[in-house]
């Protein structure tokens, strides 16, 4: 489910936007059993794609924050 990389300049922006759509979708999501390790792993491939560069530091919080909110629901 990772997105293809293109060369140049807005390949960070790109990879944001597609992200940001999934964890959309994944967020709006009704509960259904293993949603939560869904979003775990998600959440993970976050944190590692900013870690390498590939996301901005305000990029990876403002994903992670659609995240957690559907963390909190399903609590």
Do not use: N, W
Not at 9 to 17: A, H, P, S
Not at 19 to 36: E, N, Y
Not at 43 to 48: K, L, Q
Request: a negative charge.
């Amino acid at each position: 489910m990772t997105p293809q990389l293109c060369v140049g300049r807005d390949t960070t922006d790109q990879e944001y936007g597609g992200l940001r759509r999934v964890a959309d979708m994944i967020a709006r999501h009704p509960d259904f059993p293993g949603k939560r390790d869904m979003v775990e792993e998600c959440a993970e491939d976050i944190v590692e794609r900013s870690r390498q560069g590939r996301l901005t530091p305000s990029q990876r919080d403002e994903l992670l924050a659609l995240l957690s909110v559907d963390c909190v629901r399903l609590v």
